[in-house]
């Protein structure tokens, strides 16, 4: 299993980035992929997801409205749109497999290097 985020660079706040998430090694169809971020000194949180079987998504509060996520499942990439950077979005992005049981996230892979996104003001 292989999940290898890129497109994390420098924008400025009110700039757009897109990210994304190549998966390999596993059946990217039954799977829910989603996105994470990890600032300096917070919590890792997840951000969105997708699922690859209907398509349902989900989106936390503080990215609704400026984040859109979509995927391809014959390339098997999941990709991030991020509009409206605002610099509180800087983070560290990691995509992994999702599951979201009770208002809790679980990755199911260890975590990659990731993708740096910083917004400056």
């Known amino acids: 299993v292989q999940l290898v985020e890129s497109g994390g660079g420098l924008v400025q706040a009110g700039g757009s980035l897109r990210l994304s998430c190549a998966a390999s090694?596993?059946?990217?169809?039954?799977?829910?992929i989603g996105w994470f971020r990890q600032a300096p000194g917070k919590e890792r949180e997840a951000v969105s997801y997708?699922?690859?079987?209907?398509?349902?998504?989900y989106y936390a509060d503080s990215v609704k409205g400026r984040f859109t996520i979509s995927s391809d499942n014959v390339k098997k990439i999941v990709w991030l749109h991020m509009n409206s950077l605002k610099p509180e979005d800087t983070a560290v992005y990691y995509c992994a497999r999702t599951i979201h049981e009770d208002n809790t996230f679980y990755a199911l892979d260890a975590w990659g290097q990731g993708t740096l996104v910083t917004v400056s003001s």
């Open positions: 090694g596993f059946n990217f169809d039954r799977y829910v």
């Open positions: 997708i699922s690859s079987s209907d398509g349902r998504t």
